[in-house]
């Protein structure tokens, strides 16, 4: 029975192969058709770009000889092409184009393959691609097309040289197609972003005027505001925005422009236009996400403004309305709470916005609860805990690399704000070292941090490093509003502060040594006010030379010690004043005057003579300069006068 199944299926095989061979042609042909045709209505009718690719490709290869070979090998290029195979694609259409030169799609198959070399991120290539198509079909329906194309990836690759080219002869080819109007407004915005703002308004004005109820002349009103603004000039952007706003109400651009305008006066520090400017987005923008930014724009400038509390109600209706900025408004809601003295729902508010899924990248709103939550801290004095909030931000902004998601100045601030934290807190030399690495910068924050460390180093006692830090702030900060706080320091430091005082306690021990090896008590006492004074402790300067003074009346070095005394009244007089503590520093600079006056009069000499011109010299210290001069000059001349 199996023998006879056999013979039957090998006679069958025998009749198949006689009936291909002995077939007549027209027979293969109608074959050929009807793959070409299933291929085409898969590409066509069905979308099914993947077994269209596959089809089309074994058609090539078993019928290099049809009719339809020029079609299909553009149909595979074009399935590959939708099936995102790219990088077939382009090869692809190499093919067709080059072995069929005379077909009439081929400028649409160099078009297409440029733009599968432009999805592939090959600009140049691309932009090289829709420059040939511009080139060999100028007078085509995708010239002008082709060469905006062109300009844009050629822009993309970084070859903005090839870029203007492009743009320029398209603005000279095809100045009355649609297409010169984009490049038009492409070719400014190539222009302020090379640094030619003034060329990029040209042309923007110029495109503003010629098609005045345009799509680019909508861009272009928006750029030219945001030009402005970049420049600072805010009455000329809004003199734009109003064009905008009457020619385009309701578009998108005039809605964004509403929030640009305040934007950029909240960013500059002008709350009272800020909040005019969101107040009007409020009332015209219609749609949900930028009208949500105006109201959050409004509550952010009331409270930037010092009116916390009434940016409360703006935050809460955003939260309770569910807005897509609920986090947003959250996170100025908490900041508010804080400054309204209610910190335990600031604190509450905060920890919610904190919490991520473990293992999450924090988010935005996340990043920036974590840093307001450690300013918060830092303004209740809380520096433990404000410390451990700075810290968990920088270490996150660390761990996250590019990815973190705020701002370079941002993340200055905070190492600023943890530096200070520092240094309050009593660890001079990790301060010293965050102050120092700001310091170095460029940035916006240099000054600040410089500061900082000079203020580390005498927090730490390092008063020479202390003076020369702060000598390298006025070198470099001269025009600072800190410097002349900074110059008084200096003062302070140099003038008024004990320059050694293990020194001071060696010569002090000294002293009492040398007194109990026979030194008089007498010239004891007039050693330790003399090391006391020589080492700027001039509170306890005086009492020493006081005791002296009331000591011994008759002594020789009596005349000396009230010369000495009445110096360090007026040191530490103004000692004092730099101290902050005017009240004291006057009763101390009159009891000096009252010093110098009662050894002048007693005319003892030498010392007599040094009281009566420093006594005209403090005088005149304390009077406007217009009446300094004067006094000076009568002074002295009273003076030579009485000891020619």
């Not at 269209?52 to 049809?66: K, M, T, V, Y």
């Not at 299909?72 to 090869?91: I, K």
Request: glycine share 8%.
């Amino acid at each position: 029975m199996n023998r006879c199944a056999d013979q039957a299926r090998h006679c069958a095989r025998l009749c198949f192969l006689l009936l291909l061979i002995l077939l007549p042609p027209t027979r293969a042909s109608a074959d050929a058709e009807d793959d070409f045709e299933l291929a085409r209505n898969l590409f066509r009718d069905a979308g099914d770009y993947g077994t269209s690719a596959q089809l089309l490709a074994e058609f090539i290869r078993n019928h290099p000889g049809d009719t339809h070979l020029a079609d299909a090998r553009l149909l595979l290029a074009r399935s590959y092409a939708r099936s995102h195979r790219c990088a077939d694609a382009v090869p692809a259409f190499e093919g067709f184009y080059d072995q069929h030169p005379d077909h009439l799609d081929v400028a649409t198959a160099r078009r297409e393959q440029a733009d599968c070399l432009h999805a592939l991120g090959e600009f140049a290539r691309a932009a090289a691609g829709y420059e040939e198509v511009q080139r060999r079909f100028s007078e085509g329906q995708f010239a002008a097309g082709s060469l905006l194309a062109a300009a844009a990836d050629f822009a993309r690759a970084g070859d903005l040289t090839n870029a203007v080219r492009a743009y320029d002869k398209l603005l000279t080819d095809y100045a009355a197609k649609p297409e010169a109007r984009r490049g038009r407004y492409r070719l400014a915005q190539l222009y302020f972003a090379g640094g030619n703002a003034a060329a990029a308004q040209t042309l923007l004005a110029a495109l503003t005027e010629s098609a005045p109820g345009s799509d680019e002349a909508r861009d272009a009103l928006l750029l030219v505001g945001n030009i402005h603004l970049v420049f600072h000039r805010a009455a000329a952007a809004g003199a734009a925005f109003d064009r905008l706003h009457e020619a385009f109400a309701g578009s998108a651009h005039s809605d964004s422009a509403y929030l640009d305008l305040a934007d950029h006066h909240l960013a500059r520090g002008r709350f009272d236009e800020a909040i005019s400017g969101y107040q009007r987005g409020m009332e015209a923008i219609g749609r949900d996400t930028l009208a949500a930014r105006a109201r959050l724009g409004h509550a952010d400038a009331l409270r930037l403004s010092g009116q916390a509390a009434e940016s409360l109600a703006g935050y809460g209706a955003l939260v309770a309305d569910g807005s897509p900025v609920r986090d947003l408004a959250r996170l100025g809601q908490a900041i508010a709470f804080g400054q309204t003295d209610r910190v335990g729902a600031a604190v509450g508010q905060f920890l919610q916005l904190i919490q991520t899924r473990p293992g999450g990248s924090p988010s935005p709103v996340t990043t920036a609860a974590v840093r307001e939550l450690g300013a918060l801290y830092r303004r209740q004095g809380d520096l433990a805990r404000a410390s451990s909030w700075f810290r968990r931000y920088l270490d996150d902004a660390e761990r996250l690399g590019q990815s973190f998601s705020e701002s370079a100045a941002e993340l200055d601030m905070v190492h600023l704000q943890l530096a200070q934290v520092l240094e309050a807190s009593g660890y001079h030399d990790e301060a010293v070292q965050r102050f120092g690495d700001l310091s170095r910068g460029l940035g916006p924050l240099a000054a600040e941090a410089q500061y900082g460390l000079a203020s580390a180093y005498e927090g730490a006692s390092a008063r020479r490093l202390a003076i020369v830090e702060y000598g390298v702030f006025l070198e470099r900060y001269p025009g600072h509003r800190r410097a002349g706080l900074v110059r008084q320091r200096v003062e302070y430091l140099r003038g008024y502060t004990i320059v050694d005082e293990e020194r001071l306690a060696r010569a002090l021990q000294q002293t009492y040594v040398d007194e109990l090896t026979g030194t008089s008590r007498q010239q004891t006492r007039l050693n330790v006010a003399r090391a006391l004074r020589d080492h700027q402790d001039f509170a306890n300067a005086v009492r020493a030379w006081e005791t002296f003074v009331a000591s011994y009346p008759g002594d020789a070095a009596l005349a000396e010690a009230q010369f000495y005394l009445a110096d360090c009244l007026y040191r530490l007089s103004r000692q004092r004043q730099l101290e902050g503590s005017p009240d004291a520093s006057d009763s101390l600079h009159t009891l000096a005057l009252q010093e110098d006056r009662i050894l002048a009069d007693a005319d003892t000499g030498y010392w007599s003579r040094l009281a009566r011109l420093r006594q005209i010299e403090a005088t005149a210290a304390i009077l406007p300069d217009t009446a300094r001069a004067g006094v000076l000059e009568a002074g002295y001349s009273a003076f030579l006068e009485t000891h020619p």
